[in-house]
């Protein structure tokens, strides 16, 4: 894996994030001003905030490039789970925002002057947020990064914001000024339901959780290989994109130092063609007594008169 080339298409993915998101969120900032529409000013400010993910998950990823060194010896992987983890949260406390507004606007509606303008804004919008979730989402499951996951589930999170404030804005046109605070409380609890669980994901991450269908995967994969008797004290964790692990592999104890060291070769090779993010594996070899069963047969029948 070229880890160069995977870090620096997340980090192309980034900016043009927050240069589209910018635009984006000038121009309903501008139409909004102009309409007087509260739901697209809001949603302007909300499109603000957001062009702080990509650059959280900018600098998550330059950390994430450096070399190792005596005081991270692992390298600084988690650089990228962190701007993760501050994605997410930005992610929660839009949600939390959005849901106040809407509350309070339910007792509040209001109509809006120019709506055609501030109809052909969020269309625009949407088209472009929908881009960038879908953008942000392949490159982020390619290069394996949480981080940039986890900003196209905001950008999708943004597509149904901008949806919301188009149903209002329609609605309000139609005197039905209502639906707008309630579409928006129904998609803040949307909104809140995902931060948590982005937090979540990225919180075990860092306290080194093991995925068990990845252990399973890597286990499987590893009693496949020809020479392996067995496995046990397997351990696999994710840093940022990659994945590490650490495990001891059972051998038979008659095998020559050359011939067990050729058997734990085989076997990093297996997994990480198997499993393509893994970055270092750890193998501790265990020689072990293979049980044998003796069998007695005669070669000579036996003279029972004798």
Excluded at 14 to 39: D, E, M
Excluded at 159 to 175: C, E, P, Q
Excluded at 185 to 201: C, D, E, P, R, W
Aim: aromatic residues 8%; contains cysteine.
């Amino acid at each position: 894996m070229n880890k160069a080339i995977d870090f620096k298409k997340g980090e192309r993915v980034a900016v043009i994030s927050a240069i589209l998101t910018f635009a984006i969120a000038l121009l309903k900032g501008v139409v909004g001003y102009i309409s007087g529409s509260i739901a697209l000013m809001a949603d302007a400010l909300h499109s603000f905030s957001d062009v702080l993910g990509p650059i959280a998950v900018y600098i998550g990823l330059k950390f994430a490039q450096k070399d190792p060194n005596e005081r991270f010896p692992y390298g600084y992987y988690r650089a990228e789970t962190l701007a993760s983890l501050v994605v997410s949260f930005l992610i929660f406390i839009t949600g939390i925002e959005t849901l106040r507004e809407s509350i309070e606007r339910i007792g509040n509606p209001t109509t809006i002057s120019h709506p055609f303008a501030a109809i052909l804004a969020l269309l625009i919008s949407l088209a472009v947020t929908y881009y960038l979730y879908k953008y942000k989402e392949s490159v982020g499951k390619e290069i394996h990064s949480q981080a940039l996951i986890g900003e196209g589930q905001h950008s999708l999170v943004d597509f149904y914001t901008s949806l919301a404030a188009l149903i209002a804005i329609i609605s309000s046109y139609f005197g039905f000024t209502i639906i707008e605070p309630i579409v928006g409380a129904i998609i803040s609890i949307a909104v809140i339901y995902l931060g948590i669980n982005l937090m979540k994901t990225d919180i075990l991450m860092l306290m080194d959780f093991c995925d068990e269908e990845v252990a399973e995967q890597i286990r499987k994969t590893v009693l496949d290989v020809k020479g392996v008797e067995g496995v046990h004290q397997l351990r696999a964790r994710k840093a940022g994109p990659f994945m590490f692990c650490e495990m001891h592999i059972e051998v038979d104890e008659n095998l020559s130092f050359k011939e067990a060291h050729k058997i734990s070769d085989d076997v990093v090779d297996k997994i990480k063609e198997n499993i393509k993010n893994v970055d270092t594996i750890t193998i501790h070899i265990d020689p072990i007594k293979k049980k044998k069963l003796r069998i007695a047969i005669p070669i000579e029948d036996i003279d029972e008169d004798r």
